[in-house]
DNA sequence: GTTTGGTTTAACCTTTTGGTTAATAAAGGT
DNA sequence: ACCTTTATTAACCAAAAGGTTAAACCAAAC
């Protein structure tokens, strides 16, 4: 592995837990376990380091959502097949929707550029299908936007407040990794059985 | 107001927006107006400051889930009444949700210390009453702790992830609070429709 | 073997930041 | 009026953190 990606996947480890802010050079240097000016001689600077463990975080979480949503597929199809990629994929990066979501508040000027970017999630196509089979009558009579948040939220929240959810309902990591198993599965009936006619 | 008064607002306005690590000493003097000295002299230090508006916070979004899920209502009144009035709350305080949620994850063992404090949320008691709806044959059979997660989600998720949110669907805070406000009444109806045989 | 180019490091520098101090102003009691 | 206590500030301090530099290292080229 060469030095650049010793340093990279250290950033990544350490923003991760810590967020900008919270996040030491030296601690990533250590993390990484080579000195602290390498990190200035790969990466210009912190925020430059971050942007680009903060890009390739979002590149590899915005495509497969673009992926899914413009394929060919019924409504009913793609919200299954979402949910399921989704929470797989999550499962293996756990720290990675806490992550973004923390660092698009805490810093909304720079990741609203990101947004603008080429690969963003663009869910219009997503939309005006789910309008269609509204029109048609196979799915009740819903606004667009509040179901595709509700997709969202059933499968991003638990891992975004993963610690909290654990606390609340007494989850050990084990009991945890089993529930999101089964809501592979579970929440694409649960949310189909709420919208179908 | 008094001082106090003035720099723990200023200090909530800043933690929230920033994060702990993020929030400057300074900038919560000046958002208060007044010397930073002032801060040590009313508060010890960043820390105890911090522990009194995150407690703050913390102690006005757990009673409510309590007194709610405690009640002697049923399974889809609770369902109806939690979501309006937690989602009611949230409007007026729509910063607290990722405030909680970040500084969880950025500072697990002092809140897990929270956790484990009187008034914290206590699930228990609601846990069994979908437990009995659910062999009484009025709820569809489904993991307790899952519905308690859906419903968590769906509420609490658009406003963790609001800047996300609004960036991805292209909404206005006009829109975004409209949205909510439709939620309020929608939600409810979604869930329990998912749930009920 | 020596030169040359990119790597890597120890030591250093500068700014930021949380925190302190000592002096001053205001308030309250007698 | 005078003293005591509380509130407030400007100036200062020490530690932490991001960033720089000049020298050492090390491979490949000649």
Redesign the pocket.
Known sequence: M???EKIFNAARIVFQKKGFAG?????IADEA??????????F????Q?FEAVFMKAFSQLAPQINTIFNSEKSVFEKITQFTHDYISFVIENPFLPQFVIQEMNNNPEFVMSILTHANRPNPDLFISQIEKEIEAGIIKTIKPKQLLLNIFSMTVFPFAAQIMVKGILHLSDLEFNQMMEERKTSIAQEIINSIKK
């Open positions: 060469s030095t650049e996040a030491r050079m030296q601690e376990g080579i000195n602290k000016a390498m990190l200035h001689y790969c210009k600077n912190k925020q380091l």
